[in-house]
């Protein structure tokens, strides 16, 4: 059994964007964190053991590593070892997509992207990142599309995050109701999920629905003490609607002085200076 068959972790991490929604809505993307840290070396094309499929998957972790460091030509140098060992691998194509979309090579990263969901249409961690790439290109019906299809995997580890994933996408092709449907999946897996309590809060605003606009940045507030300046904003412009002035002041204070050069404030006093 090859080693992309076997494998079944994954671990995310961050992307920040801005959506062309009302009030700029900050899009999150998720895709996969490279381990970074202390990286062992092994000499040359040597086998590491006498199973293929073993060496294949150290090649393929080393990369990884080499990845998360920022030391593309190591990373290029193990993938290619495992290539020889398994050319068609969807794991390794995936990896070295990851290497050329670091390195702003955005057609090959594609071409990897796609021959890894050739080798393995199943492997949804590749497929969500695949839609992630998409989205930094401004493709976001491709995004939507691929998303879609990795939230229809039950067994992925990663379907929450893929719904909120999904959710954004959908906020950036102007769909509210498609966005609102895939961010209440994502709670109804995770409840703590900050993305999606925060754009939920905003909807929710957007729809008129003050109370529960409330009461989705309170959640929110509890599982991330430190608002981002978008939390922020959500405040001010619950607090703004409410007339609670001492929240008003708060949250402007805030934002003001945490996040003096952010969008969100550049935002707010534009739209007080109307």
Known sequence: MKASHRRNTHLTWLRSGTCPLAWQVAATLV????????????SGGAQMTADPDATLDKRVSLARQYIGVGDW???????????????????????????YQSTGEFELAEQQFKAALGAEPSLSRARNNYAAFLYSRGRFTEAESEFSRVTDDT??????????????CRLQLSDPVGAEAAFSRALSM???????????????????????AKRYH???????PQQSPRGLLLGLRIADLTGDQDALGSYELALRNLYPDSAEYRAWRERQSR
Do not use: H
């Open 31 to 42: 895709t996969v964190l490279l381990l970074s840290g202390c990286v062992t070396e092994y």
């Open 73 to 99: 030509d190591n990373a290029k140098r193990n993938l290619e070892l495992a290539q020889e060992i398994d050319p068609q691998n969807a794991e390794v194509f995936e990896a070295f997509a990851l290497v």
């Open 155 to 168: 067994l992925y580890s990663g379907r929450p995050m893929a719904f909120v994933n999904l959710g954004l």
């Open 190 to 212: 995770d409840r703590r999920n900050s993305v999606a309590l925060l754009e939920m809060g905003f909807l929710r605003l957007e729809a008129g629905d003050t109370d529960e």
């Open 218 to 224: 309170g959640t929110y507030r509890t599982v991330t």
